[in-house]
């Protein structure tokens, strides 16, 4: 499992101090580039710059309680599942009470950047996610 942190500025929030619902896949897709940078594979400039990438095809979020302005929350990001040619992803988001606020999920499809087909998970990615998986 891997942990981000983060905390929640006023422009993360709508019109009542609370935290805009897209927000919450921002933090999904932050706390999965601070993932892939961690293990090894940081974003390259263009997709172009590698053989094969991710794409999110599917996300998911939930709310389990509200989310303020100064929250400070810990993003745990774990591997669901590893397939052959993608993987699920989950997030569990926590204040700094200690109180569970939102969980998120986002499925991955690793694809060739030039024909953007689906290819399987190289071997060396696999190595890197396999510890994080739960």
Known sequence: MFTYRLTIQLHHTDAYGIIFFANQFKFCHDAFQALLEHVGFPLPPTRHDVAAMFVIVHAECDYKAPIHV???????????????????????????????????????????TTTSAKVPLSDAVRTAFTPHLT
Request: glycine content about 14%; cysteine-free; aromatic content about 10%.
């Open 70 to 112: 100064g929250d400070k929350l810990t993003v745990e990001v774990f591997a669901e599942k590893i397939g052959t040619t993608s993987m699920i992803m989950g997030y569990r988001f926590t204040n700094q009470h200690g109180v569970h606020v939102g969980t998120g999920k986002t499925v991955h499809v690793f694809i060739d």
